[in-house]
């Protein structure tokens, strides 16, 4: 009991400083390592939202960082590294593209915070997934990306990688663009793909910010004609393992055959 004590007293106290930074804390750490969690922790684009109730949440703030005896402070945007950085240990994660990314952050972080085995066993199951995915093979499909602020995903996106895990071509990057080019509503209605994958319409953070250009008559009938899936945004909103959520989803959609939405 004693030996116990004294290791749980060793695990370092963290803060997250942003809510993708909360999905990594919440995966991997100690409830009682937790000092803090960003005031995001259990909006519904966090995918660990319900992990989170109960827990502390703060902004991160040099002063919050000192009151709570932080001595870690996990981060992808969240705070301000340079100051910070005077009075704890900053892991700064980087907004990953593909799932080597994803990998690399769970690894960073769960050095920092002292749960390399469950960082391990968090990869090894990334890595499963992906090996199950690949064994189905390519779909034949290929799809578009479309968000409610009128742009899609090209290559060098989390998008992308999700696509490529589910054997899915992605319409945009095999047009050569990358990134989040604008959508062209004029294109859509000339050139309608076989199949589309929306993020974000359903968030709470959305709702006032739907892409004019769905509301186009003609367009939103393409859209409604058109099979396809609608993910959850907490499985789009940061990239990590939850990722393969939304590949796995977009495969078996595929699969089965995505009904038309009226």
């Not at 995001?40 to 040099?62: H, I, M, T």
């Not at 990306?145 to 992308?160: L, R």
């Not at 789009?236 to 990722?243: D, N």
């Amino acid at each position: 009991m004693v030996t116990a004590l004294l290791l749980l007293a060793a695990a370092p106290r963290l803060l997250s400083a942003d809510y993708c930074a909360d999905q990594i804390a919440l995966a991997l750490a100690d409830r009682a390592q937790i000092a803090a969690l960003s005031v995001d922790a259990e909006k519904d684009f966090s995918y660990l939202r319900r992990r989170a109730e109960g827990l502390p949440q703060a902004r991160a703030e040099a002063e919050e960082i000192v009151a709570r005896g932080v001595d870690v402070v996990l981060r992808f945007w969240g705070g301000d590294a340079a100051r910070h950085g005077r009075f704890a240990d900053v892991v700064s994660l980087d907004y990953a593209s593909d799932f080597d990314g994803v990998k690399a952050n769970i690894k960073n972080a769960a050095a920092a915070i002292g749960q390399r085995a469950r960082g391990e066993s968090l990869i090894e199951e990334i890595d499963d997934r992906l090996r199950a995915l690949g064994e189905k093979g390519p779909s034949g499909t290929a799809a578009l990306y479309v968000t409610p602020g009128g742009v899609t995903a090209g290559k060098g996106t989390m998008i992308d990688a999700i696509f490529k895990a589910a054997g899915v071509r992605n319409i945009a990057a095999d047009e050569g663009l990358a990134y989040w080019p604008p959508l062209s509503a004029e294109a859509l209605l000339e050139n309608p793909p076989g199949f589309i994958v929306t993020g974000f319409f359903s968030a709470e953070s959305e709702r006032i910010n739907h892409w004019s250009a769905s509301r186009h008559p003609a367009l939103k009938k393409a859209l409604r004609a058109t099979p396809r899936i609608d993910l959850d945004a907490d499985v789009l909103a940061c990239p990590g393992w939850f990722s393969l959520d939304a590949a796995e989803e977009i495969r078996r959609a595929v699969d089965e055959g995505a009904p038309n939405r009226d």
